[in-house]
């Protein structure tokens, strides 16, 4: 049986840290960046830990 592939394009979203945790970037930071505030788009440039709830699932498609 062939091996099991891993999801490429959670493989670009996706990054896990050395203790496991998955690590993602902040969404709406592409475009119509006018309108909003300079501190919300600075906390944006940050990334974040994924959602506990999302976190299996996330892993199961990265390890596959």
Request: charged share 35%; glycine share 2%.
């Amino acid at each position: 049986m062939p091996k099991m592939k891993s999801n490429r394009s959670a493989k670009k979203r996706f990054h896990l840290t050395a203790n496991g945790k998955v690590r993602r970037n902040h969404a709406f930071v592409r475009h119509l960046l006018t309108h909003k505030t300079r501190e919300r788009k600075r906390r944006l440039r940050h990334s974040t830990m994924v959602s506990s709830v999302d976190v299996k699932r996330i892993k199961r498609m990265l390890l596959a």
